[in-house]
């Protein structure tokens, strides 16, 4: 996956840590991200500027590994 603001693509670490925390920011461009399962069972980053999307899927269920 990659930053949707400035295209850096996430080393596997991060994008592990970015399913643990839901919302972060961007080690390259430092923009606040957030991370949440699609509708598709994968997953998305969308900028979060304000927090409001935050809050929205704070309470979906924590990352499952796919089996």
């Given at each position: 996956m990659d930053c949707p603001v400035c295209k850096t693509i996430f080393?596997?670490?991060e994008e592990?840590?970015?399913a643990v925390d839901k919302s972060f920011y961007c080690h390259h461009c430092w923009?606040?991200?957030i991370?949440?399962?699609d509708r598709?069972?994968?997953c998305c980053i969308e900028e979060d500027i304000t927090g409001?999307?935050?809050r929205r899927v704070k309470?979906?269920?924590p990352?499952?590994?796919r089996s």
């Open positions: 080393s596997n670490v592990i840590l970015m923009s606040r991200l991370y949440y399962p598709q069972g994968g409001d999307k935050w309470d979906i269920t990352f499952q590994p």
